[in-house]
């Protein structure tokens, strides 16, 4: 994942290409953490927010290697799902 900044617009691509991004607990984690550092004010001139990602595909969704690792414990992954989600809903700027 890759954090640039241009003329007030912070443009965030997903993954490698590989897999087709699939969403990885890691790679959760790190969307997260950017939209965390986005909304704390870290980006003073934030103007807008584009959440792209390398290669033809977007993201596949979930890791499916870790989703049936977690079956023990779905909660816990869906939490960490839930927990990217919001933090990029909670952006004070426009977000594409």
Known sequence: ?????MDGVAVVRLGTGLRR???SLASLARLTAVA???AAG??????AAVLTARGPD????????????????????IGRVQEAVAAWAELPCPTV
């Open 1 to 5: 994942m890759t954090l640039e900044r």
């Open 21 to 23: 991004n699939a969403l």
């Open 36 to 38: 965390r550092r986005l």
């Open 42 to 47: 870290a980006e003073p001139s934030l103007g």
């Open 58 to 77: 977007f993201s596949s969704g979930a890791d499916l290697a870790e989703v049936l690792a977690a079956r023990s414990d779905p909660e816990a992954y």
